[in-house]
């Protein structure tokens, strides 16, 4: 009997050719990673703009997905660590032959008022952004297009923007420290490029409009309340002044001229559908839920006009929601396209908690200020 077993696997480890070898790492390293961008960690990137200044374009981070439970794969036909298509190529990265249905694991927490979350958005011109409407393609929830927002309103929670300021179940919610909103401003000349780096403002943050008859220059920046008060300090800079935008805008969610003329800063009533919740099926209630329960809540064959609902051929009256959803607002209020304009995201679409930074880029900086140090490793609040 041959007791030194080892030196068998020693031999044939010997025999592996190189290419062998360098194949076994390569599929170790892949299911690894596979496995925890699945199960605990993902990388993401902040590509716009609308969570500036508590986020900047630039920004790389970690998202969480054990905090509220990993979501078991829906979509399993696909290349390994891809997303929707193959890198720097158009091809699909995917195949839609095997639908799984999908559950969640047990997390440590909940989606909370405040908490930054990254999703998949609902809508499917969302997911299709700058594509032209011919080529638009209906993704599986799990390849939809990733958002990162705040979450202001949870299952249940009646939701109000008064004058800008976001109301919860009749109480205010606290305020982001660096929330901003758009200004104009007025100042006696074309500002300098470098007093507006010194600033801190970016090419994200501002846009030149030009000028008035009597000759001074015209901006809309989005500011922080912080950034307001430095400018309004400024000897050339006249006015910093942003009105409120109190006229009713046709894209506001959920698009009803007759129950909802609401604009970005006053908006609602209206709450948000909780699991096991329970309307009654008439005009109002369809202005305001018809969409999502005909799209996003588990329903097949489902016909909808502006007072009846029918589901499998049946006339329903009373409709219990099947799914827990939550309303998500950029920090950029006046920059950001969000729940105020295409609705509810549900449970299912959620996809982990924005945790930590890991490296920013500022991609208008020189050479040497191109990495923004002092965000590394800041959490995410």
Not at 169 to 185: E, G, I, M, R
Not at 237 to 256: A, C
Not at 316 to 339: A, C, E, K, P, V
Request: proline fraction near 6%.
């Amino acid at each position: 009997m041959n007791w030194k077993f080892w030196e068998k696997k020693k031999e044939e480890s010997k025999n592996k050719s190189f290419v062998r070898e360098w194949a076994d790492a390569i599929t170790f390293a892949v299911v690894a990673a596979t496995l925890i961008r699945w199960l605990i960690m993902e990388a993401y990137t902040i590509p716009t703009p609308s969570m500036e200044n508590s986020l900047l374009v630039g920004d790389f981070l970690f998202v969480s997905k054990f905090h509220y439970g990993t979501r078991t794969p829906k979509t399993i036909l696909q290349v390994p660590l891809t997303h929707q298509k193959i890198w720097f190529t158009e091809i699909p990265s995917y195949l839609t032959w095997i639908q799984l249905p999908q559950y969640r694991l047990p997390g440590i927490t909940h989606v909370k008022n405040g908490d930054v979350v990254v999703f998949n958005v609902p809508g499917l011109s969302e997911n299709n952004y700058m594509v032209p409407r011919d080529r638009w393609i209906e993704y599986p929830v799990d390849l939809k297009t990733n958002y990162i927002k705040r979450c202001v309103a949870i299952p249940g929670d009646k939701l109000m923007i008064k004058d800008r300021q976001v109301m919860i179940n009749d109480q205010p919610l606290a305020n982001p420290s660096k929330l901003q909103y758009q200004y104009d401003v007025v100042a006696k000349d074309e500002i300098n490029p470098r007093n507006l780096t010194a600033l801190e403002l970016d090419e994200d943050d501002y846009r030149y409009n030009g000028r008035t008859q009597d000759g001074r220059a015209v901006y809309d920046m989005f500011l922080t309340n912080d950034k307001v008060k430095e400018l309004k300090d400024l000897p050339y800079v006249e006015s910093v002044e942003s009105p409120l935008h109190n006229e009713p805008e046709s894209n506001i969610f959920p698009q009803s001229a007759k129950y909802a003329r609401w604009s970005g800063d006053n908006f609602g009533p209206i709450i948000i559908p909780k699991k096991g919740m329970t309307i009654a099926i008439n005009d109002s209630t369809l202005a305001f839920y018809g969409k999502t329960i005909k799209e996003l809540d588990h329903n097949n064959d489902v016909m909808l006009t502006d007072s009846t609902l029918t589901i499998a051929g049946k006339a329903i009256t009373q409709y219990t929601f099947n799914q827990d959803y939550y309303f998500m607002m950029g920090d950029n209020r006046h920059n950001s396209l969000d729940s105020r304009y295409w609705g509810f995201v549900p449970e299912d679409h959620i996809v982990g908690k924005a945790f930590f930074i890991w490296l920013s880029i500022d991609k208008y900086a020189d050479f040497v200020h191109r990495i923004r140090w002092s965000r590394f490793f800041n959490l995410i609040r």
